[in-house]
């Protein structure tokens, strides 16, 4: 299969998973269940899932009184999209077909 196939199908895997996540953890806050830990909800966004956290973020109103995710999503967002905008006009083309 092509890179950017499996790219594509990653994100959209880990974008799901950092959306699921926070309704998830919203589900068990109003249960006040066992939680899922900050730190991991913020690492699916590192790797990717910023999108579908913030969405989540959004949707389940969930973390929105947080300052470092109501700050910290986008802004992870944006540097994953400025990475990727770097990487495509960099003048080291690598090959990915």
């Given at each position: 299969m092509n890179v950017i196939i499996w790219l594509v199908i990653y994100l959209v895997v880990v974008n799901l998973l950092g959306f699921a996540m926070m309704g998830i953890d919203k589900a068990r806050a109003r249960k006040r269940a066992w939680r899922i830990p900050e730190a991991h909800l913020m690492i699916v966004a590192l790797i990717g899932g910023s999108v579908g956290s913030i969405l989540g973020m959004w949707m389940f109103r969930h973390k929105t009184k947080h300052r470092y995710f109501v700050y910290g999503l986008?802004?992870?967002?944006?540097?994953?999209?400025?990475?990727?905008?770097?990487?495509?006009l960099s003048p080291l083309q690598i090959s990915l077909f």
């Amino acid at each position: 299969m092509n890179v950017i196939i499996w790219l594509v199908i990653y994100l959209v895997v880990v974008n799901l998973l950092g959306f699921a996540m926070m309704g998830i953890d919203k589900a068990r806050a109003r249960k006040r269940a066992w939680r899922i830990p900050e730190a991991h909800l913020m690492i699916v966004a590192l790797i990717g899932g910023s999108v579908g956290s913030i969405l989540g973020m959004w949707m389940f109103r969930h973390k929105t009184k947080h300052r470092y995710f109501v700050y910290g999503l986008p802004v992870i967002l944006i540097l994953q999209i400025a990475i990727v905008v770097a990487v495509i006009l960099s003048p080291l083309q690598i090959s990915l077909f």
